[in-house]
Nanobody, 118 residues
């Protein structure tokens, strides 16, 4: 599985940004795709995930209502639309994947940096 994240950048508080993850290497039927982030000096944390088949979603409390995860089956991409960004959203964002039979995400892309200035 190869995951390629893109779309990071420097934005101001209150702005929006869209991250995209291009997935390849297999079919993703019965897989779960996710986004995680790691802020400076902190551990990596879960942001959101989506089931490939049905598009069922989960969000961390800190981003629920502001972020939206979606997948495009035709393009094999997973997007994270981030709205009303806050300085505390500053982090390196990683896309990840796991089979629905696995408890842990075990395929990771390289990170993309999101910096939110106040």
């Amino acid at each position: 599985v190869q995951l390629q994240a893109s779309g990071g950048g420097l934005v101001q508080a209150g702005d929006s940004l869209r991250l995209s993850c291009a997935a390849s290497g297999r079919t993703f039927t019965n897989w779960v795709m996710g986004w995680f982030r790691q802020a400076p000096g902190k551990e990596r944390e879960f942001v959101a995930d989506i089931t490939w088949n049905l598009g069922s979603t989960k969000y961390a409390d800190s981003v629920r209502g502001r972020f939206n995860i979606s997948r495009d089956k035709a393009k094999n991409t997973v997007d994270l639309r981030m709205n009303i960004l806050k300085p505390e959203d500053t982090a390196v964002y990683y896309c990840a994947a796991r089979s629905s039979a696995s408890r842990n995400f075990n395929s990771w892309g390289q990170g993309t940096l999101v910096t939110v200035s106040s």
